[in-house]
């Protein structure tokens, strides 16, 4: 297995300073060196990383962005702690840690439900934001047989009445678990439609890029359209 060191320096090879900008545009900052996530994953076959729950945890603390994602994509599910998972969660400062690795890993662990319900709690913007997120995906990787679907639903009622009063990144993922709670529940699912119309539109700062929030009604009849409500996903780390 590769050191640290060695894994730092094969991410430095693989830097592209167009890519650093761009991620640095959407609240990425140094110390990282700008790596294509399909880069990450060439990486991680070129380097023969699978399930390396310590290496992982080193990556982790180097606190390069790129090194953290990485972390995220190689990293033993059913190895890392709560502990673990909160230290990421603490030390994820913006969206592609917070939302996508440290949700993606919280939610495929066994901790995903217990830690994403004390997140969505957190003052925090970015805590708060992974807890929704983690919720979220939670739900994609489970039966729904084996789901709390009144706990679900009582989320659902937090989000329709605190949505547009929370922090910015929280208004991004309570409108993403609007999506999924529609997209995987199928009893739920006109429900959600019109409660995304309801609400009407959800303002994000998106930081001055082209990134949009999606409509959630709209999202949802697509899903429902192409007849894959309910579909389950093995996995959700990419």
């Known amino acids: 297995m590769p050191t640290v060191n060695e894994v730092m320096q094969v991410l430095q090879e693989y830097n592209s300073p167009s890519t650093k900008n761009t991620l640095m545009n959407h609240g990425a900052r140094e110390p990282f060196f700008g790596v294509k996530v399909g880069d990450l994953k060439t990486i991680t076959k070129e380097l023969k990383l699978k399930k390396e729950y310590q290496l992982a945890l080193d990556l982790y603390d180097t606190g390069n962005s790129d090194a953290m994602y990485l972390a995220g994509l190689i ?45 969505i709690e957190s003052p925090e913007e970015t805590i708060a934001s992974a ?44 409108n993403g678990f609007i999506i999924m709670v529609g997209s995987q529940f199928p009893e739920l699912t006109e429900h959600c439609i019109e409660l995304s119309e309801s609400l ?36 959700v780390r990419c």
Do not use: F
């Open 75 to 119: 990293v033993d599910e059913k190895k890392i702690s709560k502990d673990d998972l909160r230290h990421w969660a603490k030390a994820a400062y913006w969206h592609m840690l917070h939302d996508y690795t440290v949700a993606w890993v919280a939610a495929e662990s066994p901790h995903g439900l217990e830690l994403g319900l004390e997140w």
């Open 131 to 174: 807890g929704w997120a983690t919720l979220s995906y939670w739900a994609q990787l489970r039966p729904n047989a084996e789901l709390d679907l009144p706990l679900y639903q009582k989320l659902l009622e937090r989000v329709q009445k605190n949505i547009h009063q929370a922090q910015n990144r929280v208004r991004y993922t309570m």
């Open 200 to 235: 009407g539109t959800v303002y994000v700062d998106m930081g001055g890029t082209s990134c949009k929030v999606p409509d959630a009604g709209e999202y949802i009849y697509k899903v429902q359209e192409k007849g894959t409500i309910g579909k389950k996903k093995k996995m």
